[in-house]
C-alpha cells in the first residue's frame, strides 16, 4: 500500500500500464520514447540542485527556474506548473533509472516482444505487407482508361466458320438415340466423344463420394458466415496417416453430427482407399493436439459445433458405452463420474441385469454383454438407448407440470427428479394462491409411479410415497379411525370396481388433507400384516397432469430408480397393494 | 491440389461470392476460391488455353490462375463501375470482352504486356449479355431496354434490332455453325434468328426466323450445343429446356422444382449438360435419360454462373 502514495511509482505504473495493455500500440510508441520523468529531471536539473538536500524529508517542490535555459521544451502549460521529483531519481545515474521507471517487460528488443501480445499495429502491418506482397502478384488494369485501337492489322481475324460442324450433324442423326458413352470403343461411327463422357463412363457412380451431402458444410473462403477451423484425426486410418490431422473449416452454424459428415467427406477425397461406414458409426472425442484422444463422451450431435471450443477432435467409431454416470449400488448413492473400463463393463452389465427386470423393457435385450459381437445394428441402438435410460435415470431432471391437488385445484409446479431425491415447487407464476414451500423428498420415501390415466394427449401421473405421519408416534386414535373409514370405503367400493389396483379407485385410500395442502395421505389397508416391521406405514401420492410422453419420460425415469435401489418402503408398497388384490379377489369369491 | 491436368473442371460461382472448381466426373470440389467480398459471381470463363479463369461480379472482373494454388487474382480490373455481366475469351485467347450495366461492351487486348481496351460499344442501356459469333469477329449483344445488336468489332459496324418493347433481354447465343443466333427475354420468351453472310460482307445479316413461348417466366440463359443442334433456355421457372434447332421443338425439360436454373453449358458431345441453379446445387444432366448423373454440392447460395471446358477426344 505504501507504494500508492509514491507519487513517482504510481506515474511509473500508470505509464507501464498503459504501455503493456494498449494494444493499439500507440501508448507505447508515445511513452516509450519519451520517458517524461527523465524529461523532466534533466529539464529541471539545475533548479532541483538547491533543493538535494532537503529532498530526504519531504517530497520537495520544484520551482521552474529561467525558461530560456531549456531548450526542449515540451508543454509549455506545465512549465507553470511545479514538477514533482521521486526522491533520489536525479542521484541515480542513467542504468540504474532505466530500471526503476520502467518494467523490465517493457523493452524493445524484437526477441523479448514475442512474449507480449502482439500490437494491433504490428498485426495490421504484416497483413499490409502480405498484401502488398499479394498485390504485387496481380496485375492491374485500369478499367476506364483510354481506349487504343490495335496496332496490328490482323488483331481482329475474322475465321471462316466451318460447315463440317453441319456434316457430323448429319451423321449423328443416326447415332443421336444410340448412347455413345455406354459402348465406348464399339462404335466406329460415333464421331464425336467427350473427355467428359469417356471420364463418367471409366468412374462409376460409386466412385461419387457418399458424404457429398455435407459439403456445403465447407467453410472455406466463405466470407460474412461464420466459421470454424478444427484439426481432425482419423482413428481409422493407419499408423503413419493418423497423427496427421485433416483440416476442415466449417460453417459455425452447422451440427456436430454435420461436421462428422463434412469430416468423412473431406476424408473419403484425401484417402479413398479408406473405406468409411455412414456417419452415425462415428463420434467426435475431445482430443489433445498430440493426438491423444480423451477419455471423455463424445460431443453431442445435435449441438451446433460453435458451442464448442476445441482446436482438435477425433473421428472415432462411436464407443459401445457413450455416457456412464457411476451409480454406487454398495453406497445407494449417485455420483456423476467418468469411469475406467472396467467401471464401465460392470455398470453396463448391472444396468443390463436391472433392465430385464422390468417388464416394459423385454424387447431387444440379449443376454450377450459383449457389444462385440452385436451384428444387428437396430437391435444394438435399442439396447443402447434402454443402458442410456438406465444409466441416465439418476440424473437430475426438472419438469414442468400440473399438480392436481384436490378437485379442481389446478396448479403449475416443477418436479424435480434426481437418483437422490425428488422436488416439487409450485410455480412462481402462481399467484392466485398463496406461493407453497417448496417440498423435497428423499428418493427412499418414493413408493411407486404410475400413470393412472391416459387420453389422447395427456395422462395423470401418479407418485406413490411414504406419508410423513406414517410414523409410530401416530395416535392410535387416528389409525383406527382411518381404518374403519377405510374398511367402509372400501366395502363400498367392492362391487363396483373388479381390479382393486386399478388406478381409477381412490376410495382404496383415505384422503386426508395434510399441513402441506398439496396432497392426500392414505393408509395402506392390511398393515396389520406386516405390522412387525412397519406398523404403520403409510402411503400418499401427488397426481400430475402432463403430455402423455412427458409423463411416460417420468415414469420410466423413476421406475429405473426405483428398480435400481429397490427401497423398504417400495417393498412394503407393492406387497400392501398384492395383499389387497388378493383380498378384493377374495371378497368377490365371498360373494359370488 | 492440382486442379487441371487431366482432369476436367466444372468451374461454378455464386451469391456466395465463392467460385469453386470442381472434378467433373467425381463431383468433388478441388479448389475454393475467395471471389470480391462484396459481389456475386455474373459470369465465368475460361482462356482457350485453360489455365485461367475469368470471373466479373459487381464492380469487379478478375482473372485467376487455376494451375497455381494461390488465391489471389493474376489480373484485377479496377475502377469498374456496376455490374458486369458477361466476359468471354477470342478463341485463341487474344482478346476478352466485357458487358456491363455501364451501357458498355469493351473488348480487352490481352496479348499486350499490360492488357488494355481497344475498343468499346455503347449500347445505351445496360448491357445483359454478349456473345461471341463463331467467325471470331462479330459479337451479339442483348440489353436491359429490349435491344439486340450485333456488332462487328473488326469494322465497328453494328445492327440494332427491338424484337419486343418493354422487355429486357436477359441473354443472347449463337450457334457454332454460324446459322442461329438466340435472344431470350424476361417474359419468358425466346427468339430466333438466321444469320447470314457472304465473302465480302462485314456483318452477317440477320433475319428474324421464330418466336418461341419457351417459358412461362424470366429466362436467364440460352445457350447452344456444340454440334449446334440443340439449344438449351434456362429460367425461373424451376426448368432448364432444351430444343432441337431443326424445327425448334422441346426435346427435353430439366426440373430443379422451386428453384431458379441460372446457367447451363454443354459437354462437348453435346450428351451432357450442366445447370446451375439456386439450390446451391450444380447439376451433371445426361441428355439422353434426363438424370441427373452428378450433383456438385457445397455453395451456401445459389449457383448463378458455371463454365465448363471440355474437349473432343478423337479415336
Redesign the interface.
Given at each position: 500500500m505504501a507504494s500508492y502514495s509514491n507519487q513517482h511509482w504510481l506515474l511509473s505504473h500508470i505509464r507501464n500500464s498503459f504501455i503493456s495493455t494498449d494494444d493499439t500500440g500507440m501508448c507505447e510508441t508515445v511513452m516509450l520514447s519519451d520517458d517524461m520523468p527523465k524529461h523532466y529531471l534533466r529539464k529541471y536539473q539545475g533548479a532541483s540542485v538547491s533543493n538535494i538536500a532537503t529532498q530526504n524529508k519531504q517530497q520537495q517542490r520544484k520551482s521552474l527556474g529561467n525558461k530560456q535555459q531549456f531548450q526542449r521544451i515540451l508543454d509549455p502549460v506545465l512549465q507553470e506548473v511545479d514538477f514533482v521529483c521521486y526522491p533520489g531519481l536525479d542521484q541515480s545515474d542513467d542504468e540504474d533509472m532505466d530500471s526503476t521507471t520502467q518494467s523490465f517487460e517493457i523493452q524493445m528488443y524484437p526477441e523479448v516482444w514475442a512474449h507480449r501480445f502482439r500490437s494491433n499495429t504490428a498485426q495490421k502491418l504484416e497483413k499490409m505487407d502480405m498484401a502488398r506482397r499479394?498485390?504485387a502478384?496481380?496485375?492491374?488494369?485500369?478499367?476506364?482508361?483510354?481506349?487504343?485501337?490495335?496496332e496490328r492489322n490482323d488483331?481482329?481475324?475474322?475465321?471462316?466458320?466451318t460447315?463440317s460442324?453441319?456434316i457430323?450433324?448429319n451423321n449423328?442423326n443416326v447415332v443421336r438415340?444410340i448412347?455413345?458413352?455406354d459402348n465406348i470403343?464399339t462404335s466406329s461411327n460415333t464421331a464425336?466423344?467427350?473427355?467428359?463422357?469417356?471420364?463418367?463412363a471409366?468412374?462409376p457412380?460409386q466412385?461419387?463420394?457418399k458424404f457429398?451431402?455435407y459439403?456445403?458444410f465447407?467453410g472455406?473462403?466463405?466470407?460474412?458466415?461464420q466459421t470454424k477451423r478444427i484439426h481432425v484425426f482419423l482413428s481409422m486410418l493407419p499408423e503413419r496417416d493418423r497423427k496427421t490431422p485433416i483440416k476442415i473449416c466449417v460453417?459455425a452454424s452447422a451440427k456436430i453430427i454435420e461436421v462428422i459428415g463434412l469430416v468423412c467427406y473431406k476424408a473419403t477425397?484425401q484417402y479413398p482407399e479408406i473405406p468409411l461406414k455412414s456417419i452415425r458409426h462415428y463420434a467426435l472425442y475431445m482430443t489433445e493436439d498430440n493426438d491423444a484422444m480423451e477419455e471423455f463422451p463424445p460431443l453431442d450431435d445435435r449441438e451446433p459445433c460453435s458451442k464448442f471450443g476445441f482446436s482438435h477432435l477425433t473421428l472415432a467409431e462411436r464407443r459401445p458405452l457413450a455416457q456412464v454416470t457411476r451409480i454406487d449400488y454398495a453406497n445407494n448413492v449417485a455420483t456423476k463420474s467418468m469411469t475406467s473400463e472396467e467401471d464401465k463393463s460392470r455398470v453396463a452389465a448391472a444396468a443390463v441385469r436391472s433392465i430385464q427386470d422390468m417388464e416394459t423393457n423385454t424387447g431387444g435385450i440379449s443376454d450377450e454383454a459383449d457389444s462385440n459381437c452385436i451384428t444387428n445394428n437396430e437391435e444394438y441402438d435399442e439396447r443402447m438407448m434402454s443402458h442410456n435410460d438406465m444409466l441416465e435415470a439418476p440424473m437430475y431432471r426438472t419438469y414442468r407440470l400440473i399438480i392436481n391437488e384436490k378437485p379442481f385445484f389446478k396448479t403449475e409446479v416443477t418436479l424435480g427428479i434426481s437418483g437422490e431425491r425428488i422436488e416439487i415447487d409450485q410455480h412462481k407464476n402462481a399467484k392466485f394462491w398463496t406461493k407453497q414451500k417448496a417440498v423435497t423428498y428423499p428418493i427412499d420415501v418414493i413408493a411407486s409411479c404410475e400413470i393412472i390415466e391416459k387420453r389422447h394427449l395427456k395422462a395423470t401421473l401418479r407418485i406413490w410415497l411414504k406419508s410423513s405421519s406414517s410414523s409410530s408416534s401416530n395416535s392410535n386414535k387416528t389409525s383406527t379411525d382411518m381404518k374403519s373409514m377405510t374398511h367402509a370405503s372400501e366395502s363400498s367400493m367392492v362391487g363396483g370396481v373388479a381390479g382393486a389396483q386399478s388406478p381409477k379407485s381412490p376410495g382404496h385410500y383415505l384422503h386426508v388433507p395434510s399441513s402441506f395442502g398439496l396432497f392426500s395421505t392414505s393408509s395402506g389397508s392390511g398393515n396389520s400384516a406386516t405390522g412387525q416391521h412397519f406398523p404403520q406405514m403409510r402411503f400418499k401420492h401427488y397426481d400430475f397432469e402432463a403430455d402423455t410422453h412427458t409423463a411416460e419420460h417420468i415414469l420410466n425415469k423413476l421406475s429405473c430408480i426405483l428398480n435400481v435401489r429397490s427401497s423398504e418402503v417400495r417393498r412394503e408398497f407393492l406387497q400392501s397393494r398384492e395383499r389387497k388384490q388378493d383380498k378384493n379377489q377374495a371378497k368377490k369369491h365371498l360373494k359370488m | 491440389m492440382e486442379a487441371t491436368g487431366d482432369q476436367?473442371i466444372l468451374a461454378t460461382g455464386g451469391y456466395?461470392?465463392?467460385i469453386k472448381l470442381w472434378q467433373?466426373?467425381?463431383?468433388?470440389?478441388v479448389r475454393?476460391?475467395?471471389f470480391v467480398?462484396t459481389s456475386q459471381v455474373n459470369a465465368l470463363d475460361r482462356t482457350p488455353d485453360k489455365t485461367r479463369l475469368a470471373a466479373c461480379g459487381y464492380q469487379c472482373?478478375r482473372l485467376y490462375d487455376i494451375e497455381s494454388s494461390?488465391?489471389?487474382?493474376?489480373?484485377?480490373?479496377?475502377?469498374?463501375?456496376k455490374n458486369v455481366t458477361r466476359l468471354g475469351f477470342q478463341?485463341d485467347g487474344?482478346?476478352m470482352y466485357t458487358a456491363g450495366e455501364d451501357h458498355r461492351v469493351r473488348i480487352?487486348?490481352m496479348l499486350s504486356p499490360?492488357?488494355?481496351?481497344?475498343?468499346?460499344f455503347d449500347c445505351q442501356a445496360p448491357v445483359n449479355a454478349a456473345c461471341l459469333h463463331?467467325?471470331?469477329?462479330e459479337i451479339a449483344m442483348g440489353s436491359q431496354n429490349g435491344g439486340v445488336y450485333l456488332w462487328d468489332?473488326?469494322s465497328e459496324v453494328h445492327d440494332q434490332l427491338i424484337p419486343e418493347v418493354d422487355a429486357s433481354i436477359q441473354d443472347v447465343a449463337i450457334s457454332?455453325?454460324?446459322?442461329y443466333m438466340a435472344a431470350v427475354n424476361n417474359k419468358g420468351n425466346c427468339y430466333i434468328w438466321s444469320l447470314s453472310s457472304s465473302p465480302n460482307q462485314q456483318l452477317s445479316t440477320l433475319s428474324p426466323k421464330l418466336k418461341i413461348a419457351a417459358h412461362k417466366r424470366y429466362v436467364l440463359r440460352c445457350k447452344f450445343s456444340?454440334?449446334?443442334?440443340l439449344l438449351i433456355t434456362t429460367s425461373g421457372d424451376g426448368t432448364a429446356r432444351i430444343w432441337e434447332t431443326e424445327h425448334f421443338t422441346m426435346w427435353r425439360e430439366l426440373c430443379v422444382e422451386n428453384y431458379w436454373v441460372w446457367d447451363a453449358a454443354f459437354?462437348?458431345?453435346?450428351?451432357?449438360v450442366f445447370t446451375a441453379s439456386s439450390d446451391?446445387i450444380a447439376r451433371l444432366w445426361?441428355l439422353?435419360t434426363k438424370n441427373a448423373?452428378?450433383?456438385y454440392?457445397?455453395?451456401?447460395k445459389a449457383i448463378t454462373a458455371l463454365s465448363f471446358k471440355?474437349?473432343?477426344?478423337?479415336?
Open positions: 499479394k498485390a502478384k496481380t496485375k492491374s488494369i485500369n478499367y476506364d482508361e483510354e481506349i487504343i485501337p490495335p488483331f481482329f481475324v475474322k475465321k471462316k466458320v460447315k460442324l453441319q457430323t450433324k449423328e438415340d448412347d455413345v458413352t470403343g464425336v466423344k467427350s473427355k467428359l463422357a469417356l471420364q463418367l471409366n468412374s457412380k466412385v461419387q463420394n457429398m451431402e459439403a456445403r465447407d472455406t473462403s466463405q466470407a460474412g458466415i460453417l477425397i | 476436367l456466395d461470392h465463392i467433373a466426373h467425381t463431383g468433388n470440389c475454393t476460391i475467395r467480398e472482373i494461390c488465391a489471389a487474382p493474376i489480373i484485377n480490373f479496377e475502377g469498374v463501375q478463341e487474344n482478346w480487352w487486348d499490360q492488357p488494355h481496351c481497344s475498343r468499346v463463331p467467325n471470331q469477329v468489332v473488326k457454332p455453325d454460324g446459322q456444340p454440334d449446334s443442334r459437354s462437348a458431345d453435346s450428351k451432357y446451391g445426361k439422353q448423373e452428378r450433383k454440392t457445397g455453395h451456401t471440355d474437349e473432343i477426344v478423337t479415336e
